[in-house]
């Protein structure tokens, strides 16, 4: 009788937190769409801001933000999916494995504007790569490095290693056997974790702020040198630094809707693809 009425509770228990957490999200989601969905039009997303940002639309915000996602993701997934090989399959000794691990983890906990202010130091200045696309994605690349990583390690152990033993076992080099056997097998896990790191990546503003944005501007990229705006960063200004809040606030808003629909559909992707993958496999 008190076991039923113990799990009782923790069920009601666990209902109500997905309740509370419901009702968070629908507020959070109705205080931002009511507030910046009368700004969302074509135009809006395709025009050029004007009169100091209180008119017109936030086109160099989008490409910004696509541009320096797009250089950070083509950076890190390649390191990502390397060192995660060698950390799962070649990573000796065991104690030398563990500390880098346990570095990488850190390395997800660290704030995001500590990753800012060494982009800053390194990239910007040291490298003399100056605030441009060029230095807010390689700040991105390290930023989310760790969890592309971790993805790609959690995915190859997840293979049976029963396939390793049968694939080594016709003759295949161990090299072939991870070709062709371990990374088709986990490249659901590391796709998904990669895709969500792109959602994390165009949705930061603490990296992009020393590092690849600017406040204001009437030009489009021409190189990976140029500074560009970002639509997080986009954000903040107007709600830190306009001089006209009437009129730049809802632009806020609306520009942090269509920054929430494309992280949703990145990660919905996410979904999808995964779903896909295995299906075929299955």
Not at 12 to 22: A, E, M, P, V
Not at 34 to 62: C, D, H, N, Q
Not at 144 to 153: A, G, H
Not at 236 to 253: K, R, V
């Amino acid at each position: 009788m008190k076991r039923k009425f113990i799990e009782i509770l923790g069920e009601t228990f666990l209902r109500l937190s997905i309740i509370i957490s419901l009702i968070f999200l629908f507020l959070f989601l109705f205080m931002i769409f009511s507030k910046g969905i009368k700004v969302i039009s074509w135009e809006f997303l395709t025009r050029m801001p004007r009169s100091g940002m209180t008119k017109g639309g936030i086109y160099p915000a989008i490409l910004g933000t696509f541009w320096i996602t797009i250089v950070s993701i083509f950076i890190a997934f390649p390191i990502g999916i390397f060192s995660g090989i060698f950390l799962s399959e070649y990573g000796k000794p065991k104690w030398l494995v563990d500390i880098i691990k346990t570095s990488i983890n850190t390395l997800s906990g660290t704030p995001s504007i500590v990753f800012g202010l060494f982009g800053l130091s390194v990239f910007v200045i040291g490298l003399n790569l100056k605030v441009s696309i060029l230095s807010g994605g390689l700040t991105l690349a390290i930023l989310i490095l760790p969890t592309i990583i971790n993805s790609t390690v959690e995915a190859i152990n997840s293979v049976p290693f029963d396939f390793r033993e049968a694939a080594l076992s016709l003759g295949a080099t161990k090299s072939q056997v991870i070709r062709n056997v371990v990374l088709p097998y986990a490249m659901p896990g590391i796709l998904t974790g990669t895709i969500i790191s792109v959602g994390r990546a165009a949705g930061e503003t603490a990296p992009i702020l020393f590092t690849a944005a600017t406040f204001y501007s009437r030009r489009l990229p021409k190189s990976l040198m140029d500074e560009v705006m970002a639509m997080p960063y986009h954000i903040y200004a107007l709600m830190t630094e306009g001089t006209s809040p009437q009129y730049q606030i809802p632009i806020a808003y609306g520009t942090a809707i269509v920054l929430l629909i494309l992280i949703l559909f990145i990660n919905g992707s996410a979904i999808f693809l995964r779903y896909r993958i295995r299906k075929r496999r299955g």
